[in-house]
């Protein structure tokens, strides 16, 4: 499987200021995604990162309040904007395909858990 | 849309016991079936999947789960369960049509008691 990194693993933000997440992948991958997990909640897909075009999100997600990036086929961002605590929860980046992997199967980075004050 | 159900939130085996964590699913098409399990503070690690083939498909750690067509369920399942397997297990599904995103399910907390 693929090395996927996340920065910052974690951060305490206060609310109104935003926080950008990038997400490096060892590989050049197809498809990438940004998922959120509330506290003791499962995973909600906020968009799909479209490397030279604009992400498809999700219902209940806008550009806004979500940009995400993706120059190339290894690496993309998302910026979480006018953070309230609400924001509050784990943001995974997900790949797939692998070069050396299945068609189906998406790995995980392992989370940037954010706290909004 | 593909959509999955954890039925329990919680599972309590005794180490020793065989353990099964419950899935149900919905697509249009033809499913492609995953389990991931989570460790506290850890990201999600890929522990299985069923795309094709043989409905029993084993994957790590000594976990299996077993694709019932008729039951839309694809059922997780370790012959005996260990401590250190205590963690928090995500069944998730994409539609072979779309192939785009996985949809997860709320999740199951594994207790595994000495």
């Known amino acids: 499987s693929a090395v996927i990194s996340q920065k910052p693993s974690r951060d305490i933000c206060q609310r109104g200021t935003s926080l950008t997440i990038q997400c490096q992948v060892d590989s050049q991958v197809t498809m990438m995604f940004w998922y959120r997990q509330q506290p003791g909640q499962s995973l909600t897909l906020i968009a799909t990162a479209n490397q030279g075009s604009e992400a498809t999100y999700e219902s209940g997600f806008v550009i806004d309040k979500f940009p995400i990036s993706r120059p190339n086929l290894t690496f993309s961002t998302l910026t979480v904007s006018n953070m309230s605590p609400e924001d509050s929860s784990i943001y995974l980046c997900?790949?797939?395909?692998?070069?050396?992997?299945?068609?189906?199967?998406?790995?995980f980075g392992p989370g940037t858990r954010l706290l909004v004050l | 849309a593909q959509s999955v159900a954890q039925p329990e939130d919680q599972v309590n085996v005794a180490e020793g016991n065989p353990l099964t964590v419950k899935c149900t699913y919905s697509v249009s098409g033809n499913p492609y079936l995953f389990w991931y399990v989570q460790y506290p503070n850890r990201g999600l690690q890929f522990l299985l999947k069923y795309i094709t083939g043989d409905n029993l498909v084993k994957g790590s750690y000594g976990f299996e789960a077993e694709f019932n067509k008729s039951q839309t369920s694809f059922h997780l399942k370790k012959p005996s369960a260990l401590v250190s397997d205590s963690a928090l297990y995500f069944c998730a599904v994409r539609d072979s049509i779309s192939n785009n995103d996985m949809r997860f399910g709320a999740g199951t907390r594994l207790t595994v008691k000495p």
């Open positions: 997900s790949v797939g395909p692998l070069p050396s992997g299945s068609a189906e199967t998406q790995y």
